[in-house]
């Protein structure tokens, strides 16, 4: 896996199943983003092959805050999420445009941002941006969730509260799939771990 | 006032309100998702480009409306492919496409044979007096394609305007939401040529939106808010135009500029405002 035609991963031999919660670690650069990449399809597969089982897939990336120019408020942007869910027919339909609003406040209470709804984007901090993007991920009712440093910036409270929504997810049938730097943070909901050093993927010990 | 009515006793001067209302309603709803995007000057760019177009159809005899849409369509299209291709240089690419617009514009316009009637003026500056009927209705037609294309994708307009990246990640159809937004502006640019000129059109686009995103908290309202400051903007610009002899296009944008200005003081009153509030409150909470 990698980019141009210049693999920064080799011989990654690995599959994240439903109800599994698997944490990706490694140092900086080591090419932990670039595997999330390759499943999304923004990285290249430059040998072997890479199947995605599902087309609902949620996810977080890893960015310090979403800037918009244009204010936009946090409902607006998580209620993104909703889209592949729905079309321009679909959204005709007030039982539809009723089912996704109720989906964007559930995901919202979920992640501790019920209040923030109206808030513009711009008004939070780095650390509730990024919940409010895990949230943007949750409305998708995705069948595999991957994230990308989902914690960094995000106090302890609410790491802990966003364990507990990734293990419930992984309950529920979701197979995760987390780039992190702080795998203890997430300890909760983690049940397998994959180390990236040297430009391959090895499994860590329990 | 009594001067200022009379203009609507002209059959030239009620279609020149009229395609400045269409106009006025129609560039800033593009224009909030090209700010969104940072390409506010795009449109200014695809100006550029619509000029040959517009020689081209003097040169074949053909309506340079036509032409000049061909033209910054190609153009938009070409943009964006060289955008999403991540090309270096990308930004060289583009200046090659602008620049080799408006000079080819301007070469071909002076190979028309001799007595041919160019109207090069009219076509940077706007010339909105000289509105046929025609006109009028071609205007209507794509101002009503620009509003129900962007009403019914706004959603999936503004999940790529705002995070093109994860847009992509969940599937959405990028690729086609960022021509379908090039060729919008496209159509805009032409639909505006006559009313503020290839020169200012990206001020009609822009300026709207940027006063709009001064008052207002959220992505929904800046759209509204940002027609509606454009309504106002080309309705006065032609009005307050033909009563002073101003030129109809400058005269738009700088009543599009007011309403900027304005909005930037409505806007840091109001913030004012409401930091005084706050501090009243924790100082009201601070006390034993």
């Known amino acids: ?206 | 006032m009594s001067d200022l009515l009379t203009v609507l006793d002209y059959d030239f001067m009620r279609r020149a309100l009229l395609a400045a209302a269409l106009v006025g309603v129609a560039a800033p709803l593009v224009g909030t998702f090209l700010v969104q995007r940072g390409l506010s000057l795009v449109g200014d760019g695809l100006g550029h480009v619509a000029l040959a177009g517009v020689a081209a159809g003097v040169l074949t005899g053909t309506a340079p409306r036509w032409t000049a849409l061909v033209a910054a369509v190609g153009a938009a299209l070409l943009v964006e492919a060289v955008r999403t291709r991540g090309r270096t240089g990308g930004d060289v690419a583009l200046a090659v496409v602008f620049y080799g617009g408006i000079a080819g514009g301007v070469v071909l316009m002076s190979l028309a044979p001799a007595g041919t009637t160019t109207n090069l003026e009219g076509y940077l500056f706007g010339a909105i007096t000289t509105t046929s009927p025609g006109d009028v209705r071609v205007f209507a037609v794509l101002a009503a394609v620009l509003l129900v294309v962007v009403t019914v994708l706004r959603p999936w307009l503004f999940a790529v305007a705002v995070d093109e990246e994860h847009a992509r990640a969940a599937g959405l159809p990028t690729r086609a939401l960022t021509s379908a937004l090039a060729v919008l502006t496209a159509v805009t640019v032409v639909l505006s040529m006559r009313t503020v000129g290839l020169l200012l059109i990206s001020a009609l686009m822009v300026l709207p939106v940027a006063a709009a995103q001064r008052v207002c908290r959220s992505f929904g309202p800046v759209v509204v808010a940002g027609s509606a400051v454009g309504l106002v903007a080309s309705v006065g610009g032609v009005t307050v135009s033909a009563a002073a002899g101003t030129p109809s296009g400058g005269t738009i944008v700088l009543l599009a500029l007011a309403a900027f200005a304005l909005a930037v003081l409505v806007g840091g009153l109001r913030r004012r405002g409401l930091s005084r509030s706050w501090a009243g409150t924790a100082t009201r909470g601070a006390r034993p």
């Open chain 1, 1 to 206: 896996m990698g980019y141009a035609g210049r693999p920064l991963l080799r011989d990654v031999d690995i599959a994240v199943h439903r109800c599994e919660c698997v944490a990706v670690t490694g140092a900086n650069g080591s090419g932990k983003t670039t595997l999330l990449r390759a499943v999304l399809g923004a990285a290249q597969v430059l040998g072997g092959s890479l199947e995605v089982s599902t087309p609902r897939v949620g996810y977080v990336p890893q960015r310090d805050s979403l800037a918009s120019v244009v204010p936009a408020t946090v409902g607006e942007v998580v209620a993104v999420g909703r889209l592949p869910l729905t079309d321009p027919l679909r959204r005709l339909r007030p039982s539809a445009r009723r089912a996704d609003r109720e989906a964007v406040a559930a995901a919202l209470d979920l992640v501790g941002l019920a209040d923030r709804a109206r808030t513009p984007m711009a008004q939070l901090s780095g650390g509730q941006q990024r919940r409010a993007l895990v949230a943007r991920a949750l409305v998708a009712e995705p069948e595999l969730l991957l994230l990308d440093e989902p914690t960094a910036g995000v106090d302890a409270r609410h790491q802990r509260v966003l364990a507990e929504v990734l293990d419930r997810m992984r309950r529920a049938g979701v197979a995760v799939l987390v780039v992190t730097h702080e795998p203890a943070a997430l300890a909760g909901a983690i049940t397998r771990s994959l180390a990236v050093a040297d430009g391959r993927v090895g499994t860590v010990a329990a």
